[in-house]
């Protein structure tokens, strides 16, 4: 069971996470989060469960994670604009990949638009979500699984998923690597925020297959040719360099890139 002393004692941000709710079991994380009054859910608020039973990724996709050895959470934030929300999913995604990353002693790769990668195995999954009253954005969800301790999957997932334990042969506190990733996702806000370029710079070199001519998918459908990947711009958009050596630039929900 997740200690929640632990991780209080643990915590070193100065807003993100102070405002937590913790629960054994819920059916979704972010499910919860948006269902938060306007009271509870502070910006900066954390739910975090030790089981999920309709946990879920990108495009309704199930989310698999065994009870009590992974991290299962949502962020709450109350942004003053609801622009650039790619990167500001990217940028929780790099915090994840920094400190699993030291952990593993390995650079770890973001697969746009919402995942981490270790060697092409999914070690974490994101699923931004955005609540409007009306015309005005309320409140945004991003909802983060990461394998931690798990040390085996189901069979139509053995082959595509990684946790920690499986890279370094280490049981972890999730309560500390938590802490740790919750420091680094105040830190990255803080330059989302500001729009600092460099950001998008440091998000682009963690990109699989930046600066290399891939494949893409657009709308279910792979587009002739090969393109170069030029990671996302300032405004959150991917960029890509056709075989004309003209820039074409997508949304998340038109485009993933396929590297063979």
């Known amino acids: 069971m997740f200690n929640t002393q632990h991780f209080e004692d643990s915590l070193a941000t100065s807003w993100l996470g102070r405002s937590f709710f913790y629960f054994p079991e819920l059916d979704s994380t972010n499910s919860y989060a948006k269902r938060m009054s306007r009271i509870e859910a502070l910006h900066g608020a954390l739910i975090i469960s030790d089981a ?18 992974n991290l299962t959470f949502s962020l ?3 942004p ?13 995604a790099l915090a994840v990949a920094d400190v ?10 973001l697969k746009w638009p919402n ?8 070690l974490s999954g994101l699923l931004t979500e955005a609540i409007f009253n009306g015309d005005l954005l309320e409140r945004v969800v991003i909802g983060i699984g ?10 139509d997932l053995a082959s595509s998923a ?44 963690a990109m699989l297959g930046y600066g290399s001519w891939t494949k893409i998918n657009v709308n279910g459908r792979d587009k002739e040719g ?29 485009v993933r890139i396929r590297i063979d």
């Open 52 to 69: 999920q039973s309709a946990g879920r990724g990108q495009h309704q996709r199930t989310w698999q994670s065994e009870a009590g050895e």
């Open 76 to 78: 709450v934030f109350e």
């Open 80 to 92: 003053s604009n609801q622009h650039r929300l790619t990167i500001l999913t990217l940028a929780c």
């Open 100 to 109: 699993c990353g030291e952990q593993a002693k390995s650079s770890l790769d």
């Open 115 to 122: 995942d981490v990668l270790f060697k092409g195995k999914k």
């Open 146 to 155: 990461i394998n931690v301790n798990q040390e085996t999957f189901t069979e």
């Open 162 to 205: 990684i946790s920690l334990r499986s890279i370094t042969a280490k049981e972890y506190s999730r309560e500390l690597l938590l802490a740790r990733i919750l420091t680094k996702i105040e830190f990255y806000y803080r330059l989302w925020e500001s729009r600092d370029i460099d950001l998008i710079r440091t998000i682009n070199k």
């Open 226 to 254: 090969t393109f170069k990947f030029l990671g996302v711009n300032e405004n959150g958009a991917l960029v890509v360099l056709n075989k004309d050596l003209e820039v074409d630039t997508f949304s998340y929900e038109q």
